[in-house]
């Protein structure tokens, strides 16, 4: 495993420690620094890794899966304990979750044609809007568990839903660009 693999590695270990954190019983206030440092981490993690390998020369079929995996699972925790806590409604998470598990589906049978494929530039920018709709929904639920509730929580709350409809519109739209290369592949095989 490369040193940019190891940190990929990291979000499979700090995804299950948001969640963890996030549903302790009582939302205690000390939950919230601890929060944005582990998503704040996981998130830096995902910038830093491709540089690493960039530089260090060690971009490699594996990590071209293994990153855009690791992304997928972090994003889905933090999308599911958002949807626990009645910021994001459960349907379009499911969206998510079904073109997240197709896209995987697709990268098998590329592989399977030797094709290693990593992420394209319409899954980098759905990755970005999956940033964004994740901090303002933790900005949302930091404020609810520091006790501030009132218009702030309902504004924040109703931004990270516009920025989550948005990301899952672009997520769809990356999909089909996905499927269109899987496509492409398939006919010139025959």
């Given at each position: 495993?490369?040193l940019?693999?190891?940190?990929?590695?990291?979000?499979?270990?700090?995804?299950?420690?948001?969640?963890?954190?996030?549903l302790?019983?009582?939302a205690?206030?000390?939950?919230?620094?601890?929060?944005?440092?582990?998503?704040?981490?996981?998130?830096?993690?995902d910038?830093?890794?491709?540089?690493?390998?960039?530089?260090?020369?060690?971009?490699?079929d594996f990590?071209?899966?293994?990153?855009?995996?690791?992304?997928?699972?972090?994003?889905?925790?933090?999308?599911?304990?958002?949807?626990?806590?009645?910021?994001?409604p459960?349907?379009?998470?499911?969206?998510?979750?079904?073109?997240?598990?197709?896209?995987?589906?697709?990268?098998?049978?590329?592989?399977?044609?030797?094709?290693?494929?990593?992420?394209?530039?319409?899954?980098?920018?759905?990755t970005?809007?999956?940033?964004?709709?994740?901090?303002?929904?933790?900005?949302?639920?930091?404020?609810?568990?520091?006790?501030?509730?009132?218009?702030?929580?309902?504004?924040?709350?109703?931004?990270?839903?516009?920025?989550?409809?948005?990301?899952?519109?672009?997520?769809?739209?990356?999909?089909?660009?996905?499927?269109?290369?899987?496509?492409?592949?398939?006919k010139?095989?025959i």
């Amino acid at each position: 495993m490369t040193l940019a693999d190891k940190i990929t590695a990291s979000r499979l270990f700090l995804a299950p420690c948001f969640f963890v954190v996030y549903l302790l019983p009582g939302a205690a206030q000390w939950t919230v620094p601890v929060l944005w440092a582990l998503f704040l981490v996981s998130e830096i993690s995902d910038m830093i890794d491709g540089k690493v390998a960039r530089s260090r020369k060690e971009v490699s079929d594996f990590g071209k899966l293994f990153d855009p995996f690791a992304d997928t699972l972090v994003q889905i925790t933090y999308f599911l304990v958002f949807v626990i806590d009645g910021i994001f409604p459960a349907a379009l998470f499911l969206v998510v979750l079904y073109r997240e598990f197709s896209i995987l589906f697709i990268r098998n049978l590329m592989l399977k044609k030797g094709i290693a494929m990593g992420a394209r530039m319409g899954g980098k920018i759905k990755t970005v809007t999956y940033i964004a709709a994740g901090a303002i929904a933790l900005l949302a639920a930091s404020l609810r568990r520091l006790g501030i509730e009132g218009p702030y929580f309902d504004i924040f709350r109703i931004a990270a839903l516009v920025v989550f409809c948005i990301s899952t519109v672009i997520a769809l739209v990356s999909f089909a660009d996905y499927l269109g290369i899987y496509r492409k592949t398939k006919k010139s095989e025959i």
